[in-house]
């Protein structure tokens, strides 16, 4: 059976056997177009007139003296036919194509013209054809005849193109039906692409369809095996790195206390302090993408609320602004994450922080603005890398690693969201959240 070779030709192989179908195809119908459009035929009753006509012509003219038939031939002319006698044989018109089937009607409804040489053509006049043609009569002379009525429409021009587009038109549908099926599977893995969630691990696809897609679906499934499987190692490396950093910062935070010069104590503490931001910052952004927690509803104004009141709480002057209760489905601990990373920044960088919480038609914004110095616009896309930290907008000895505004990016990328940074007219620097809101 050819189907189990199938899968073993290339996918330029399959595409040139598409194509030397749909030649093969479309020269098949282009060939019968042609030979059907070359068979002329009249109907039943046509072609038995005729036929009664020529029966009648031949017996008056051939028994006429030959000097009367000429006249003869002259009082058989009528508005259907012309008749004319010839000692001679007459040459036919060479413009159209031999009417072999009209042929075959008319001696089906009298044989015996069958035996007088009957030949019939076809002659065009304009876009019309008409059957002419001659028959010989007993003593060698010949009956010249011809239709005054066409037998058949020999087309206009753009019913020809119509006529030779329909095939052309159908060979185009199969050959592309044939390849769209020959590339579904590349189809296939385009879609579990483009519906990859962080997180979420992308299913064993099917090794279907040519070689090559064959063995590009095989590799594509052996390297998301690799990378789970990397993301697996580094999160277990990360929970006891994590554990393993945590405890000595903790023996050090408790041992504080024994210091008695209170200046040196203060500075110590400040240091474990950033050291366990760095360590948490980096924990968090390198653990992100085996973070299981799943979406549900959050009531976002409660959450923005209380980062306010938990900063003012810590000496900062941060206020709310929006609605009492705002809805919607996020992940809670990550987002709740970016917020307070936006809020931390504004209050490092700026005297008076505003969080201000708004639901549009089709999103939700959530805006965190500072009066801050702001950052230079050239650099408003290079503070969201990983790592990355701006002299002129930070000091050196700032906590964490540069990693605050990545960690935001990455978190509100996983809510289908998009994360804007703006320097505002009046100073400072304005992270907006944009949240969709989800088809009802």
Not at 19 to 32: C, D, G, K, Q
Not at 36 to 46: G, L, P, W
Not at 124 to 137: D, P, Q
Not at 176 to 184: D, E, F
């Amino acid at each position: 059976m050819i189907r189990p070779h199938w899968p073993a030709i290339g996918l330029i192989g399959r595409l040139v056997a598409i194509l030397l179908f749909a030649l093969a195809l479309e020269f098949v119908a282009s060939t019968l177009l042609y030979e059907r459009a070359s068979e002329f035929s009249v109907r039943d009753d046509e072609a038995r007139r005729l036929a009664e006509h020529l029966v009648i012509v031949r017996r008056l003219v051939g028994e006429a003296p030959p000097p009367a038939r000429p006249r003869y031939a002259e009082e058989l002319t009528t508005d259907r036919y012309i008749v004319r006698w010839t000692p001679a044989a007459p040459a036919l018109p060479q413009n159209g194509p031999a009417p072999d089937q009209i042929r075959g009607q008319v001696i089906a409804w009298e044989p015996g013209l069958g035996d007088q040489q009957l030949r019939l053509a076809l002659l065009r006049v304009g876009t019309k054809s008409v059957i002419t043609g001659v028959m010989r009569l007993p003593d060698r002379s010949w009956i010249y005849f011809r239709t005054r009525e066409p037998v058949r429409s020999a087309g206009l021009p753009i019913e020809r193109m119509v006529a030779a587009l329909i095939p052309v038109f159908a060979v185009m549908l199969m050959g592309g039906l044939l390849i769209r099926r020959t590339l579904k599977p590349i189809r296939g893995l385009t879609g579990a692409v483009e519906r990859y969630k962080p997180g979420e691990p992308l299913p064993q696809l099917d090794e279907a369809g040519p070689a090559e897609i064959r063995r590009l679906i095989a590799a594509f499934n052996a390297m998301q095996a690799r990378i789970r499987r990397l993301i697996d190692e580094r999160t277990r490396a990360l929970a006891a790195v994590g554990h393993d950093l945590r405890t000595p910062l903790a023996r050090l935070r408790l041992r504080t206390d024994a210091i008695a010069d209170e200046t040196l104590r203060r500075d110590v503490a400040a240091d474990i302090e950033g050291m366990e931001a760095m360590v948490n910052s980096l924990l968090a952004f390198l653990g992100g993408e085996a973070e299981p927690e799943a979406p549900r509803r959050v009531d976002l104004a409660v959450l923005c609320a209380s980062l306010a009141d938990d900063a003012s709480d810590h000496g900062h002057d941060v206020r709310y602004e929006g609605p009492s209760h705002l809805e919607h489905q996020v992940r809670p601990s990550s987002f709740r994450r970016a917020v307070t990373n936006l809020v931390d920044n504004a209050v490092h960088y700026g005297e008076q922080v505003l969080v201000r919480l708004e639901a549009r038609g089709d999103a939700v914004c959530l805006h965190v603005e500072d009066d801050g110095p702001g950052i230079p616009e050239d650099s408003l896309a290079m503070v969201l890398e990983p790592f990355v930290r701006l002299d002129n907008a930070r000091g050196r000895d700032t906590a964490g690693f540069g990693l605050g505004l990545s960690i935001v990016a990455r978190a509100v990328a996983t809510e289908g969201g998009t994360l804007e940074l703006q320097n505002r007219a009046e100073g400072g620097l304005r992270a907006t959240i944009g949240l969709p809101t989800p088809a009802r």
